[in-house]
């Protein structure tokens, strides 16, 4: 048995987020969408956010543009107070009570270049609670091949919290077989997140956070 958490980062796309959403509901299974708020600004994305907040999916932000990690931004400040809180605001009601936040890691890289020292001021301040991953199985660059990739990862573990994308690659043609193998194999699948991969709670660092913050901006801070 392990436990399984599904997200999905980088939409809404018309043209795929409506079928992970159906399937997600045939199966029973609520998941996280970390949006982007440059594709929540129109309105045919943001009715797909509405969609899934509506059938008991959380959404997330996951910065406005999604291109320069908040860590080697050129204006550590400008960029944290856009991609976080700007994007928050774009999110507005499209919110559960708690705020949650999943920095841009580009290909989903954990490291130093997730945050500024201006970026990890703004989730403090702002009350967030980050969101990172403990597996990625890159279905954005093997969009026919993530599924083996992605049950060794859940069986390499206790609680996987997966990072997946409803991006039109072709890779979510492979997500109901995944879910039906995963649970053959074990899985139970819940939409909280293990503790390991949260490293701030409401605002409040629950883990050192070193290694997520860059070093420039911290000397320059
Ligand atoms: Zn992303």
């Known amino acids: 048995m392990f436990e399984l958490t599904l997200t999905f980062d980088n939409g809404p796309e018309p043209d795929i987020t409506p079928g992970v959403l159906d399937l997600l509901a045939r199966e029973h299974i609520r998941s996280t969408f970390f949006v982007l708020g440059d594709k929540i600004a129109d309105p045919a994305?943001?009715?797909l956010a509405e969609r899934a907040h509506a059938e008991g999916h959380w959404i997330g932000n996951h910065t406005m543009h999604h291109k320069v990690p908040l860590g080697e931004a050129a204006d550590p400040a400008a960029a944290a107070a856009e991609e976080i809180d700007g994007t928050q605001a774009v999110l507005g009601d499209l919110v559960q009570p708690e705020r949650l936040f999943r920095p841009f890691g580009r290909g989903g890289a954990l490291g130093p270049h997730l945050l500024s020292g201006a970026a990890l001021e703004r989730l403090t301040a702002g009350g967030y609670t980050m969101v990172l991953w403990n597996a990625i199985p890159r279905d954005f660059a093997e969009p026919d091949a993530w599924v083996a990739?992605?049950?060794?990862?859940?069986?390499?573990?206790?609680?996987?919290?997966?990072?997946l994308h409803d991006l039109p690659t072709g890779a979510m043609r492979h997500l109901e077989r995944f879910i039906g193998l995963a649970r053959e194999a074990g899985a139970r699948l819940r939409q909280d997140f293990p503790p390991e991969c949260v490293p701030i709670v409401r605002g409040k660092?629950?883990?050192?956070?070193?290694?997520?913050?860059?070093?420039?901006?911290?000397?320059?801070?």
């Open 45 to 47: 994305r943001r009715r």
């Open 149 to 163: 990739t992605a049950l060794a990862q859940c069986r390499a573990q206790a609680w996987t919290l997966m990072v």
């Open 205 to 221: 660092p629950v883990q050192p956070l070193d290694a997520y913050v860059s070093k420039a901006d911290r000397a320059a801070a």
